[in-house]
């Protein structure tokens, strides 16, 4: 199964840049091609950029609440939602 997830990744990428209509290419933070991250939150592509942008879904079909941990370098950052509107976010320093 864990040889098979890349192409995963891929086909999940292509399939959401078609139906959400972009552009860009998309990332995936996958600890596991490190191997050596276990339980820790690591993900080169977030730490090393000024901005990105995050899509999340809830497959549910109800209203949820969910808590999104993103490991990010700095305290400057700001969460905004779909429509540009400032979301209650915080920063919380990650231990070395």
Do not use: M, Y
Not at 51 to 79: D, K
Not at 87 to 94: E, L
Request: net charge negative.
């Amino acid at each position: 199964i864990s040889e098979s997830h890349n192409e995963v990744e891929v086909g999940v990428a292509l399939s959401l840049k078609k139906l959400a209509g972009i552009d860009a290419d998309l990332k995936h933070c996958n600890c596991n091609t490190g191997g050596n991250c276990l339980n820790i939150s690591v993900c080169a592509f977030t730490v090393s950029q000024d901005e990105f942008s995050v899509a999340a879904w809830n497959p549910l079909g109800q209203r949820t609440v969910s808590v999104a941990r993103l490991p990010v370098v700095g305290s400057s950052w700001g969460v905004t939602g779909p429509d540009g509107k400032a979301v209650a976010s915080q920063v919380i320093a990650i231990d070395n």
